[in-house]
């Protein structure tokens, strides 16, 4: 397990890549229907959906060294890889970026969303 002072910067920094992708994303999809909205408060990442009113969370959580979302009604918790230098979902392989695409697609029904 990584201590703490590095599992803060590794997270913040994920969580900050994460939310430029994602803000990329909306100025990308078209102005007058832009399909959810980033906003970060304390720490944590949430996308709010207008549509159906629906949230994604993104928290880092220091005593277990993860970074857990809320989204779909399931709970997904990332860990640190030292192999891949990011937060890898055991359970699939995928990393912050490509889980949080692939959450946004289902959720959406739009496979052209993509977060670079």
């Known amino acids: 397990m990584i201590d703490e002072t590095t599992f803060r910067r ?10 430029q992708s994602l803000i990329r994303a909306e100025e990308q999809s078209d102005a007058e229907e832009i399909p959810f909205e980033t906003e970060e408060k304390n720490g944590v990442l949430n996308v709010l ?3 159906d009113g629906s949230k994604f969370v993104f928290t880092p959580n ?17 860990d640190w890889s030292e192999e891949s230098h990011s937060f890898v979902l055991s359970k699939t392989g995928e990393d912050l970026q490509n889980l949080t695409q692939r959450l946004l697609q289902e ?5 052209s969303i ?3």
Do not use: M, N, Y
């Not at 220091?62 to 990332?78: D, E, G, H, M, N």
């Open 10 to 19: 590794e997270s913040d920094s994920a969580l900050e890549s994460l939310k």
């Open 49 to 51: 959906f207008e549509h």
């Open 62 to 78: 220091t005593p277990v060294r993860q970074i857990w979302i809320s989204a779909l009604t399931t709970s997904f918790k990332l």
């Open 107 to 111: 959720h959406l029904g739009d496979s």
């Open 114 to 116: 993509t977060l670079s």
